[in-house]
């Protein structure tokens, strides 16, 4: 198990930036994939983007492609969301994801993340 702590969120303006960040801790980091996901109110938790264990491969949702971007330090046991060009429909709680198996190719379902952290809200005003 993993134990996942998200920060970063805030208030911004549309066309904005934020770099939300989750700091991992509980098993190897550096053996598993990670995800980002977001819930705005009243909608479905749904995927934004991921990244392999070992940082080479990204995978992102159409709707953030080429807006946002995922990384990771395995030195320090922490992925990022870098979030540019942000949108008033970008608004929402972001959770970050551990993939639950291990050095797999970067996963995008719900069901494929075992740990997930509390949240940080993310507010895009228009």
């Known amino acids: 198990q993993v134990h996942l702590v998200e920060s970063g969120g805030g208030l911004v303006q549309a066309g904005g930036s934020l770099r939300l960040s989750c700091a991992a801790s509980?098993?190897?980091?550096?053996?598993?994939?990670m995800g980002w996901f977001r819930q705005a109110p009243g909608k479905e938790r749904e995927f934004v983007a991921a990244?392999?264990?070992?940082?080479?491969?990204?995978t992102y949702a159409d709707s953030v492609k080429g807006r946002f971007t995922i990384s990771r330090d395995n030195a320090k046991n922490t992925v990022y969301l870098q979030m540019d060009v942000l949108k008033p429909e970008d608004t929402a709680v972001y959770y970050c994801?551990?993939?639950?198996?291990?050095?797999?190719?970067?996963?995008?379902?719900?069901?494929?993340?075992?740990?997930w952290g509390q949240g940080t809200q993310v507010t895009v005003s228009s």
């Open positions: 509980g098993r190897t980091f550096a053996s598993y994939g």
């Open positions: 990244i392999s264990w070992s940082g080479r491969a990204t």
């Open positions: 994801a551990g993939d639950r198996y291990p050095q797999r190719v970067p996963v995008t379902a719900l069901a494929d993340f075992g740990s």
